[in-house]
């Protein structure tokens, strides 16, 4: 399901309920942003956005019967959800299941096995670099302003893998609006959580850690780019990236940077984690492209989990409409 | 009809051991595969366990000779050809899920792929020469060959060194495990290479 398009059926529409749990940390956000705006009046924009948010329908209450046992009477709610291309959802078990996090070993079912050592509360992101209000911000007040959407988007790996994926989050673009970034902005460096012992994957030096992403400043501010929260309704487990990750649907998954503590607003390219590890296969921008290879093995086409056949990879993962204006006159092959 | 002796039923109750062993991963894929067992994405799961399977018994085909010089087991080089034609058998397995399950016959995505990437080019390479090492392990084309058959054969070690080579680019980060197999063949090789039992022993026809 594509966003930002007025006439497209918003994913909340499809989405037959708004999940239980996920409804239940919605309603704390809206209350903490009520008080907090109530405290400070200064702090309009929060305010209006508390207001946005309780303009909003009320979620339909789910039965009680619906929100109990286990992953199943959750993922039911999301049965038959189509994206856009008419492409399945992957299911609940495998987005979960089936990922790289190198921070808890690189094996693709490691992180599902090896991240419940990672605490996710409390958690701290520090918003710091060009920007006019630097601080350290409780997960909970970073949140807080923010409504809470559910975006269904392709994860297309750099490995020519690929999945659709329910995710629920706040837009960057929103987040950064709140920080103020000076006019020296130019890019945006996200760090993800360096402790070994909780990340038992970095007491084995596989990448230079903590990992680092980094977006140009009108990239993070595209509507598609999303911080997530939740998937398929619920809290990001831990595997995927909890609590907070980004999700930047048109580039290679390993954009879309997990557990992060810190968000710097630069004036110069951040070295990125991959880049910085092999230059030559990866580069900053990292945009899907089925023409340009990954010198190892061919982009043309991918494996959506769950097919038999490759299927064609779109250009951007199939977002050129919303992104392609984004690198207008550069050269993609140059720009990888 | 004789009766089989002691040693030779203990050769034959080892061979079969060996048989159920090489032949054990492959059924555990196979139970795998139809009992959807295999995990979010079952044809790369295939792909990485021949080709482990291939390289290992590979690796383990040529620790057979310096093995049985060292423990004194002249007897274990009947072994050898049967490790080797597994290694063989696995290699097939991963070229043909690469061809078949993986490709699916896009003929020109694969000659791409042999032609322009050189982790491909290589395992493809490797599995020619264990093609036709298999094909000439006969004892026909043994004989046919004669002292040639040796030469030939030492391509087992191209083989394997270009298996490692092939597994050490094909990882993105996590390099431990390919050198793991690559510094077991290399020293392999300095072993066969200096050979100190060739020089005291005259070498088998």
New interface residues.
């Given amino acids: 399901m594509l966003i930002r398009r007025p006439d497209d059926i918003r994913p909340s529409e499809v989405t037959p309920y708004r999940v239980y749990m996920n409804r239940r940390h919605f309603i704390g956000r809206s209350a903490k942003a009520a008080a907090a705006a109530a405290l400070v009046p200064g702090l309009l924009s929060a305010c209006d956005e508390t207001e946005r948010m309780e303009a909003r329908p009320a979620p339909p209450a789910v039965p009680e019967s619906a929100t109990k046992g286990g992953p199943n009477s959750q993922e039911r709610s999301w049965e038959g959800v189509r994206s856009e291309l008419d492409e399945p959802l992957t299911p609940y ?2 987005v979960t ?2 990922n790289n996090f ?1 921070e808890f070993g ?1 094996g ?2 490691d992180p599902a096995r090896n991240a419940h050592t990672l605490v996710t509360r409390p958690w701290t992101v520090e918003v710091t670099g060009e920007v006019a209000r630097p601080a350290v911000y409780d997960l909970d007040d970073f949140l807080a302003p923010h409504a809470p959407e559910d975006r269904i988007y392709r994860l297309r790996c750099v ?1 020519a ?1 690929s999945m659709v994926i329910p995710w629920t989050g706040i837009a960057l673009a929103d987040v950064i609006r709140r920080f103020e970034p000076t006019s020296k902005a130019r890019f945006v460096e996200f760090t993800t959580l360096k402790d070994p012992e909780q990340m038992p994957g970095q007491r084995r030096r ?2 230079d850690w903590p990992y680092v992403e980094g977006l140009r400043l009108d990239e993070a501010m595209n509507p598609l780019t999303l911080l997530a929260t939740g998937v398929y309704g619920r809290d990001l487990p831990n595997q995927n990236g909890a609590p907070l990750r980004l999700v930047v649907p048109w580039k290679y998954g390993f954009k879309s940077i997990k557990s992060i503590v810190k968000i710097r607003f630069v004036e110069e390219m951040p070295e990125t984690s991959w880049a910085v ?2 230059p030559s296969e990866y580069g900053f921008y990292a945009n899907v492209n089925p023409e340009v290879d990954h ?4 982009q ?2 991918e ?1 959506r ?2 097919e ?3 299927r064609p990879t779109l250009a951007f993962n199939g977002y050129s409409d919303q992104v392609a204006d984004l690198y207008a006159g550069m050269d993609l092959r140059r720009w990888y | 009809m004789v009766r089989a002796n002691p040693a030779r039923r203990r050769r034959v109750a080892s061979k079969v051991v060996l048989w159920v062993l090489c032949l054990g991963p492959a059924l555990w894929l196979g139970f795998g595969a139809a009992t959807d067992g295999l ?3 079952p ?2 799961e295939i792909t990485h366990r021949t080709g482990w399977w291939a390289l290992f018994l590979l690796t383990i085909t040529l620790a057979i000779t310096p093995v049985r010089r060292l423990a004194g087991r002249p007897g274990w080089v009947r072994y050898r050809r049967l490790l080797g034609l597994f290694a063989f058998f696995y290699a097939t397995l991963h070229f043909l899920t690469y061809l078949v ?4 016959f ?1 003929w020109s ?1 694969i000659v ?2 042999i032609a322009e ?3 491909i080019t290589v395992g493809f390479a490797a599995w020619l020469m264990l093609l036709a090492l298999a094909v000439t392990s006969t004892t026909g084309w043994i004989r046919r060959l004669r002292k040639y058959w040796q030469r030939l054969h030492r391509l087992v070690y191209v083989a394997a060194l270009a298996g490692g080579v092939h597994f050490l ?2 990882v ?3 390099t431990r495990e390919p050198l793991v197999f690559l510094s077991a063949i290399v020293v392999l090789i300095i072993v066969r290479v200096w050979a100190p039992w060739t020089r005291r022993a005259p070498r088998p026809q």
């Fill in positions: 078990d495998d299941g089936y190198y690189t693709k079912e490995e893998w596989v990448l590890s092999a010198p190892r093995w061919s043309a086409r494996r989990l769950g038999f056949r490759r | 995990g979010a994405n044809i790369e399950l993986d490709q699916f896009g995505y791409e792929d990437r050189p982790f680019w094909k993105k980060a996590d």
